[in-house]
C-alpha cells in the first residue's frame, strides 16, 4: 500500500510541476534536440521581425539556418528566446517583439554574457519609429548600442540592418530617414561592424500586414544575412579556429 502511495504520489507530483511549467510560460520548443552543437555561435538580435512575429514564427531564421547548412556551415544560434518550426534545426534567438532600440541596449551585456555569440544579426529601429519614441536620436541609441556591443565583445562581428520598408506612408518616411543616417553610423565603428542593406531587398509587396514580412519576405531577408555572413569569413570562423580553418 504504501509503495502505491508512493507511486501515486511521484505521478501527482510530476503533473503538478508540469502545470507549473505551462503556467510559468516556458516555451514547448526550449529542449529541441541538436540545438547547440558547438558551430560559430550567432545572435539574431533585434525585435518581432527576429522573432518571426505573424504569420510565419522563426522569420528569415528558418531559411538563414537552411542556407548555412547546405553551405556546409555549423552554426549554433544563441539567445534567451526561442521558438519557430521544426525545419529551423536551432531555435534560440534574441529577438523581443515590441522593442525598441533603448530595451535591447538596457538588457544586452546580460544577454551577450549568458550566451557569448562570435557573430550578432542586428536588425533594431522599427519599434522606435512606429512609437514615435524620440525618433530624431534613434541613431544615436543605436550608436550607443553598438558601442556597448564592441566593449562587451570586442572580438566579435557585428552586422547592422537597415530596416524594412513599411506600408503606411508616415511610418515610410520615418524609415527612410532613419535608415539613411546608419551607413554613418556604422562606418565609424571599426572595421569589425558592417552594414546590411536589408531595407534594399523588400518592398512592401513582401509585407503580410504593412510592417512584418511575409515568409517569402523573409526568405529574401535571409538570403541578404547569409550574403553579408559569407562576405565576412571570419563570421561564420570560430575564434579558436580562426588561424586554422578557412572557408
Known amino acids: 500500500m504504501q509503495?502505491?502511495?508512493s507511486r501515486r504520489s511521484a505521478i501527482?507530483?510530476?503533473a503538478l510541476v508540469a502545470a507549473g511549467l505551462l503556467l510559468?510560460?516556458?516555451p514547448a520548443s526550449a529542449a529541441v534536440p541538436g540545438e547547440s552543437n558547438g558551430g560559430v555561435r550567432v545572435m539574431p538580435l533585434g525585435d518581432s521581425i527576429t522573432d518571426g512575429f505573424t504569420p510565419y514564427p522563426g522569420g528569415y531564421r528558418v531559411r538563414l539556418w537552411?542556407?548555412?547548412a547546405a553551405g556546409g556551415y555549423t552554426v549554433d544560434?544563441?539567445?534567451?528566446?526561442?521558438n519557430g518550426p521544426a525545419e529551423l534545426g536551432d531555435h534560440d534567438h534574441e529577438g523581443h517583439s515590441g522593442w525598441r532600440i533603448d530595451q535591447l541596449d538596457a538588457n544586452i551585456d546580460t544577454?551577450?554574457?549568458?550566451?557569448?555569440p562570435r557573430t550578432v544579426l542586428l536588425l533594431i529601429g522599427t519599434n522606435d519609429l512606429n512609437q514615435n519614441y524620440d525618433i530624431a536620436n534613434a541613431p544615436g541609441r543605436l550608436s550607443g548600442l553598438i558601442d556597448h556591443?564592441?566593449?562587451?565583445k570586442p572580438r566579435s562581428e557585428l552586422f547592422v540592418a537597415t530596416v524594412p520598408p513599411q506600408s503606411n506612408a508616415t511610418l515610410e518616411s520615418r524609415v527612410r530617414a532613419y535608415n539613411a543616417q546608419l551607413p554613418s553610423v556604422v562606418s565609424s565603428k571599426g572595421p569589425r561592424v558592417h552594414l546590411v542593406k536589408m531595407y534594399d531587398a523588400l518592398t512592401t509587396a513582401d509585407l503580410a500586414d504593412g510592417i512584418h514580412p511575409t515568409k517569402a519576405g523573409y526568405d529574401k531577408m535571409a538570403a541578404v544575412w547569409y550574403a553579408a555572413l559569407r562576405a565576412v569569413p571570419s563570421a561564420l570562423t570560430p575564434l579558436r579556429a580562426r588561424h586554422t580553418t578557412a572557408r
Open 3 to 5: 509503495a502505491q502511495l
Open 12 to 14: 501527482v507530483s510530476g
Open 24 to 26: 510559468n510560460g516556458t
Open 66 to 68: 537552411q542556407l548555412l
Open 77 to 82: 544560434f544563441v539567445g534567451s528566446m526561442t
Open 111 to 116: 544577454w551577450l554574457a549568458q550566451s557569448d
Open 149 to 152: 556591443i564592441r566593449t562587451a
